[in-house]
């Protein structure tokens, strides 16, 4: 009888335990698929938040536009109003270069020989006036053209030719039909200008938009960039209606076997 008994209990002990080992396994397994779900929605959510942290920038650009404009002192500084002395220096030298050739009427042989005539009469003067005043005459400093210097700008203006010309080769091999209508647009509107204005006009319009067009677009970088961004999606459209209305219906590849 008391074997029994002890028997019951024995067997109600090791169904407890099984019951128990059963239990525990099912919350561990419970407990595995939470946290991997909570793995998997933060992978997933991973690339969303790198998503919201791209952030449209006008002509796909990545870096900031200092180091756009080259970085350093020069010419970014300058572009950039960093030091508002040296940037209004430039700004008026250009300004009175274009009144005097514009405005004035001057021509660019005259008022050199006038710019050095007034130096040198100048220099002489003071030269020759130092004795007689007992001061020490002026020392001329010694000016010349460091031939590295020269060097550096004339390779920096090939490779800048070279990389033109090899663009325009591109564009005329007939391979790209859009950069052949961009290259074409732009090149009518400088005609456009050019009829407006003479070469020293433009040339000073462009270099006054170099000293405020950086800067303004630095200083409202995120509200142009809204507005260039709804303007890109605006263009892409319109340019997908040109496409299949005009552009996929120009014979390219016909034409390419009849001059081929």
């Known amino acids: ?17 099984f019951v128990e080992s059963v239990t525990e396994k099912i919350t561990e397994t419970f407990h595995k698929d939470d946290s991997s779900d909570s793995d998997g929605e933060a992978k997933k959510s991973s690339p969303v938040s790198d998503l919201k942290d791209k952030v449209y920038r006008l002509f796909g650009r990545e870096r900031p536009v200092h180091k756009v404009l080259g970085g350093g002192k020069d010419p970014a500084d300058i572009f950039l109003w960093k030091d508002k002395k040296v940037s209004a220096g430039v700004l008026g030298f250009a300004t009175v270069i274009w009144v005097l050739f514009e405005l004035v009427e001057y ?35 010694e000016v010349a053209l460091p ?30 039909l859009k950069k052949f209508l961009a290259v074409i647009a732009g090149l009518w509107v400088l005609s456009i ?45 319109q340019y997908a209606v040109f496409n299949v209305k005009v552009l996929s219906k120009i014979p390219v590849g016909t034409l390419k076997k009849k001059f081929a």
């Open 193 to 237: 200008l050019g009829s407006c204005w003479n070469f020293l006009t433009l040339l000073y319009t462009s270099f006054v938009l170099l000293h405020t067009v950086p800067y303004l677009y630095d200083r409202y970088e995120d509200k142009v960039d809204a507005y260039a961004e709804k303007a890109e999606a605006e263009i892409k459209k």
């Open 107 to 141: 021509h660019l042989l005259t008022l050199v020989c006038h710019t050095l005539i007034l130096a040198l009469a100048v220099l002489f003067l003071w030269s020759n006036a130092a004795s007689f005043i007992n001061k020490s005459a002026p020392k001329f400093p």
């Open 1 to 17: 009888m008391a074997d029994n008994v002890a028997g019951e209990h024995e067997q109600h002990e090791h169904e407890q335990s």
């Open 147 to 176: 031939e590295d210097i020269v060097l550096g700008v004339a390779s920096a203006i090939r490779t800048e030719i070279n990389t033109g010309l090899a663009i325009l080769r591109n564009i005329a091999s007939g391979k790209d």
